[in-house]
């Protein structure tokens, strides 16, 4: 049976081209890397290189069995990443959301619902975050919209509305709504970890500048020594209370509402069932 470490070997031997390199990068005397090719060839009844003194190359037989060694060394890597992957997936529930709100909620719920369970949760793109879901990365995910087909269990379970939070002394304090364009074109205050609202924002007011902060303390220490709009939700405020010394006024286009899926894929619901039956709960 040829061995996984001859077929590394001999990969590393058509990277580096020479036996004396190719020892170096391996840790190994020259003579063990050659004596385990030699054994390679004797297992496979093949001849792998043309020998020359001091030299040795691949043949014609020795580039297919390199290219055929890739192969099976990658799905062997696979195969080693899926495994230990599974094994996570036995002691680890994962969460991925496409924005940090959902979270607030959920995460505590999660461990208090599965206290064996280790909880990781992490916010990307709600494509990526799909991708995830049927790769297995993902036990369920929390994506705006609705997911189709039978693979996978869909439900509505939370809302989010998005508001502009501006001084007292700006011209458009007084509003009762505001769109988008209103503020398009000012500079405004952003915490950089908001999901898919980074993409809503940069898409419905292009001409505005964002001052990124990437910890909220920074954020929330600026918005009160600032005249300039930031952003704030409706969420946020339930959890974080309302921005003080600040006129909170709601955005009207559809697109700063966000109505929240929870997504499984449907050979998980089972195991999911509690924390399914718990959101509805809190939902009805």
């Given at each position: ?21 190719t020892a170096e990068q391996l840790h190994l005397s020259q003579p063990a890397l050659s004596r ?113 087909g039978e693979a996978f269990y869909c439900f509505p379970f939370e809302r989010e509305q998005l ?114 039956q718990q959101i509805k709960a809190t939902m009805a």
């Amino acid at each position: 049976m040829v061995e996984l470490n001859q077929l590394v070997q001999l990969l590393a031997i058509a990277r580096c081209g020479t036996i004396s390199a190719t020892a170096e990068q391996l840790h190994l005397s020259q003579p063990a890397l050659s004596r385990s090719m030699q054994k390679l060839e004797e297992k496979l009844q093949v001849t792998l290189f043309d020998r020359q003194k001091n030299k040795l190359t691949l043949n014609q037989t020795g580039q297919l069995t390199v290219d055929q060694a890739r192969r099976v060394v990658d799905q062997a890597r696979d195969l080693v990443d899926r495994v230990r992957a599974f094994d996570r997936s036995q002691r680890t529930l994962a969460i991925g959301s496409c924005t940090p709100a959902p979270l607030w909620e959920l995460a505590p719920l999660v461990s208090r619902l599965y206290p064996e369970m280790t909880i990781a949760s992490e916010m990307k793109d709600p494509q990526d975050l799909m991708e995830g879901l049927r790769e297995g990365l993902y036990q369920f995910v929390v994506l705006p919209h609705p997911v189709e087909g039978e693979a996978f269990y869909c439900f509505p379970f939370e809302r989010e509305q998005l508001y502009f939070s501006l001084p007292p002394a700006h011209p458009l304090s007084g509003a009762k709504g505001l769109y988008f364009e209103d503020i398009d074109g000012e500079s405004v205050l952003l915490l950089a970890q908001i999901g898919f609202w980074r993409e809503v924002c940069r898409q419905k007011m292009p001409l505005t500048r964002a001052l990124v902060q990437n910890r909220q303390e920074d954020l929330e220490e600026l918005v009160q020594a600032s005249a300039l709009p930031a952003f704030v939700s409706d969420l946020a405020m339930k959890w974080g209370g309302r921005p003080e010394n600040r006129v909170v006024i709601p955005i009207l286009d559809p697109e700063a509402t966000a109505l929240y899926h929870f997504v499984c894929r449907r050979e998980a619901r089972k195991g999911l069932a509690p924390l399914i039956q718990q959101i509805k709960a809190t939902m009805a």
